[in-house]
């Protein structure tokens, strides 16, 4: 099992170009979600998703779109990238809290973007 | 909204000391409450959660204890370790709908001097 991946591990941008940020995850999680990491401020929730083809927002969702076409993948779009939207984007997975197996989040190994 | 406040934002003690890192929440409705342990670029991963129908949990040298009355949560690392350098983040599940969201505290960056 590979667990949760991402691609890429590094990009820059310059200010208006456009990206898209993959995670794929083996594990058969119903949930996923997209979070940036910038410091001090912890983890912040970007957008969910509960089950394929379903997406919602978080707590900052602006600047980005997400889409789940396959239960196993997970992609974060930014269409027109900004200097504010320099951070470590962390995407993670769990199980569906229905299961009753609890909601573990698996995290990815992180995309650092850098935007000029 | 709901948010959750993690104390304090560093933390340097002795190799064999004991390190204690406290959160509070403000959802009533959380019930689930992780611990992250984040190592210098490496991902967050769990080292060990507590659900609001128990107290206590211990797993070796962390235990972590949980207080729904007064909204508070803490982890405690016994006879720390070098190894046991990081950042640390509490984390409380939101409690509406079935989402699994979870909201993060800011972390706790421990430094344990050998």
């Known amino acids: 099992n590979a667990g949760v991946t991402q691609t890429p591990k590094f990009r820059v941008l310059k200010t208006g170009q456009s990206m898209t940020l993959l995670c794929a995850q083996d594990?058969?999680?119903?949930?996923m979600y997209w979070y940036r990491q910038d410091p001090g401020m912890g983890l912040r929730l970007i957008h969910y998703?509960?089950?394929?083809?379903?997406?919602a927002k978080g707590e900052v969702p602006d600047g980005y779109n997400v889409s789940r076409l396959k239960k196993q993948n997970f992609l974060l779009g930014l269409e027109s990238a900004a200097p504010s939207q320099t951070s470590v984007y962390f995407c993670?997975?769990?199980?569906?809290?229905?299961?009753?197996?609890?909601?573990?989040?698996?995290f990815g190994p992180g995309t650092r973007l850098l935007v000029l | 909204g709901e948010n959750v406040e993690q104390h304090p934002s560093t933390l340097s003690v002795q190799e064999g000391d004991s390190a204690v890192i406290k959160c509070t929440y403000s959802?009533?409705?959380?019930?689930?409450f992780p611990w992250y342990k984040q190592e210098l670029g490496k991902r967050p991963q769990l080292i060990i959660d507590?659900?609001?129908?128990?107290g206590e949990k211990k797993d070796q040298r962390i235990a972590v204890t949980l207080n729904k009355t007064a909204k508070h949560f803490s982890l405690h690392i016994t006879e720390t370790q070098p190894e046991d350098s990081a950042v640390y983040f509490c984390?409380?599940?939101?409690?509406?709908?079935?989402?699994?969201?979870?909201?993060f505290g800011q972390g706790t960056t421990l430094q344990v001097k050998p």
């Open positions: 993670a997975s769990s199980y569906s809290t229905l299961a009753g197996r609890g909601e573990t989040q698996y």
């Open positions: 594990m058969n999680h119903e949930y």
């Open positions: 998703s509960v089950g394929e083809g379903t997406t």
């Open positions: 959802d009533s409705a959380s019930n689930y």
């Open positions: 507590i659900r609001s129908n128990v």
């Open positions: 984390a409380a599940s939101i409690g509406t709908g079935n989402t699994g969201k979870l909201i």
